[in-house]
């Protein structure tokens, strides 16, 4: 039996207070939390957390590893790292490697890599269609068997409304979500940023707002019909969180994601022509900046996920028209909303975390994402005094690729555990 004792923590608790504890772990798995007025009588490794906070590891539910085909980018052992570092302890990634994770075989080939990494919890989604092509759909039966846990071509979204709803079907017959990246292609060819003032002083044909919503509107409709639990990928339109909170509202199966940099910046705060500013969905107005946070605040959209897309400098160096689209999100997240929404006094600690813990493991059905005797010992440990610069030089991610360089945050995770064991420390 192995124990460990992490002392001294400052805990959320009910009304979303924070209370002194000793959490004891039992051989990976929460089996007491007491008082720090109690006795502790217990022996095992001590960890004295000097009432630092302590929070059930985060989760992210849509994250690009780049492996297999793409290990230039990231690997599945870097990414892992990178998550562990970042404060996440389970982790979901997308299809769009090479070979495209539309196989078992490559459901199978990730499983292993991430077991052999052994830092996080790592759920493979599978693609939708073949080579996410949008042609022919891929074996769901048999991706699901192997352990995908969901569908999506994440990348591109699918062109076809009869493809998709053949797909939801399918998804609806097995008990399995569809994640849906909603772009209609033929609204944005040839662009790199969305419509709107950057866009016209650099005279460049910008990304409209419909290009997102008019998928996610015609998604809520499919999934209507077909009774699929919908999942919407990194939403980042006004008129998006307006179609879901309706949805909602008549009690459509539908639930929906937000990325940090879609709550933090518009296409106003692009300094110039950086691809480290690039990414898809693109940076919005400050108006859906807003209806984004606002959606976040009511529950209409569910969950916080990073859509940690490394890229190499190389790659990125290409200039904002050339470059590929994405940024790197699993070492600021937490930090970046912890800095400018609760320690400004917007947004209560337990919304943030809840957005980032529980509320991923209700939508996925996932056994993890709560601090209590029993669940399993998935857990992060936070400073939120100190305060550091975002040194991209220091990620334990590949990719450098972030607009948020320099920031000054608090609130950064120091030690990870993944079912009792420490898969990060800085202390
Ligand atoms: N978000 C991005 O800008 N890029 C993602 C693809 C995606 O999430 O659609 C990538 O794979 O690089
Ligand atoms: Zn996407
Ligand atoms: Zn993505």
Sequence with gaps: MITVIIKNASVLGQEGVLERKHIVVLDGVISKILDAAEALDEA?????????????????????????????????????????????????????????????????????????????????????????????????????????IGFTDDGVGVQSAQMMKDAMKLAAGLDMPVIAHCEDNSLVEGCAVAEGTFADKHGLKGIP??????????????????????????????????????????????????????????????????????????????????????????????????????????????????????????????PLLYTAFVATGKWDLSLLVQRMTADPARVFRLNTGSLAVGAPADLTLIDLNEEKEVDPATFASKGRNTPFGGWKLKGWPVKTWVDGRAVWSEV
């Design 44 to 148: 095992g490794e001590i960890i004295e957390a000097e009432g630092k906070l302590l929070i059930p590891g985060l989760i992210d539910m849509h994250v690009h590893l780049r492996e297999p085909g793409f290990e230039h980018k990231e690997t599945i052992e870097t990414g892992a790292r990178s998550a562990a570092k970042g404060g996440f302890t389970t982790i979901a990634c997308m299809p769009n490697t090479r070979p495209v994770t539309d196989s078992a075989e490559i459901v199978q080939l990730v499983k292993d890599k991430a077991r052999e990494a052994g830092l996080v919890k790592v759920l493979p989604y599978a693609a939708i269609t073949k080579n996410e092509l949008g042609l022919e759909l891929t074996d769901f039966a048999a991706l699901k068997e192997a352990g995908a």
């Design 209 to 334: 707002n419909e290009s997102e919503a008019i998928h996610v509107g015609r998604d809520i409709l499919l999934s209507e019909a077909t009774g699929v639990h919908y999942h919407v990928c990194h939403v980042s339109t006004e008129q998006s969180v307006r179609l879901i909170r309706q949805a909602k509202q008549i009690g459509i199966k539908v639930t929906a994601e937000v990325c940090p940099h879609h709550l933090l910046l518009s296409e106003e705060d692009i300094p110039g022509m950086d691809a480290n500013w690039k990414m898809n969905p693109p940076l919005r107005s400050r108006r859906d900046v807003e209806a984004c946070i606002e959606g976040l605040l009511d529950g209409t959209l569910d969950i916080i996920v990073t859509d940690h897309a490394p890229h190499s400098a190389e790659e990125k160096a290409k200039g904002m028209q050339l470059a590929p689209f994405g940024i790197v999100g699993f070492e600021t997240a937490f």
